[in-house]
């Protein structure tokens, strides 16, 4: 049983601001990206066969070279992003091995703190029959709909609602289906395949899975960093 670990790291981080792709920004002297890597490479009970790496184009050799001690025996493969997150995920796809592989994983790396419990549970809901996976974690946000002028709509019940997180996990040919679906307007893997029909279930997530997305991320993922250091 293997998996693959497509890694979309291609985006500007707009919102994080600063000189750098976000994938590259550091935080205890090491990029998100390596963080990313290593925190998948720690899940020894996913089996990770191989990584595929979307990064800004032009990066793909200096990428490659900086991940190559971190992969270990698992296959490294950098490919150029795409314009949108699901182009940088459907370049990786196209290259993830058809062969021998039964779980593959979308883990942003920007979630470069995700706990191994986290990803080894994804893999064992996928090996276990679900076709599409995603940690989940409870909203402690009261969260509106509003209409385009800002008015509320509605408030959805709060205990019907989860927050996603990554990595998601697929049973390969949904994913592929799902990407070659030409769906657009989906701001995830797993949203794709809900659009397809296909069943997609919840796993526990954690708060440490958290997307960095703003600076004060940054500060948030240093205390987090020096904690475990410590423990
Ligand atoms: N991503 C990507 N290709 C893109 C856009 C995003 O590979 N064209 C990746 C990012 O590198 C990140 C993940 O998708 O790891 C989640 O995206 P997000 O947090 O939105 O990152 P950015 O798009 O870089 O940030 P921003 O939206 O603030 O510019
Ligand atoms: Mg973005």
């Not at 949108?84 to 979308?106: F, Q």
Request: glycine share 10%; hydrophobic share 50%.
């Amino acid at each position: 049983m293997s998996t693959a670990a497509i890694i979309p790291a291609a985006g500007l981080g707009l919102r994080l601001g600063g000189e750098n792709y976000k994938a590259f920004r550091e935080v205890g002297g090491d990029s998100l990206l390596v963080h990313a890597v290593r925190g998948l490479k720690a899940a020894t009970a996913a089996d990770l066969v191989c990584f595929v790496v979307a990064v800004p184009p032009g990066f793909e050799e200096s990428v490659a070279k900086e991940l190559e001690p971190y992969a270990g025996a698992a296959r490294l493969l950098v490919v150029p992003g795409g314009a949108e997150r699901p182009d940088s995920v459907r370049a990786a796809l196209d290259v993830v091995p058809t062969e021998g592989i039964d779980c593959i994983l979308v883990h942003d790396a920007a979630r470069a703190f995700v706990p191994a419990e986290v990803v080894e549970r994804v893999v064992a809901a996928v090996r276990g029959g679900a076709p599409a996976v995603v940690p989940a974690v409870a909203v402690t946000d009261t969260i509106k709909r509003v209409s385009a002028t800002g008015e509320v709509v509605d408030t959805p019940d709060r205990s019907t609602l989860v927050a996603v997180q990554t990595p998601q996990g697929f049973e390969p040919g949904v994913l592929r289906r799902a990407h070659a679906a030409g769906i657009v307007g989906a701001t995830d893997d797993a949203m794709m395949c809900e659009r397809l029909g296909v069943p997609v279930m919840t796993v526990e997530g954690s708060q440490d899975a958290f997307k960095v997305t703003r600076p004060q991320d940054l500060l948030l993922a240093e205390a987090l960093l020096a904690e475990r250091r410590l423990g």
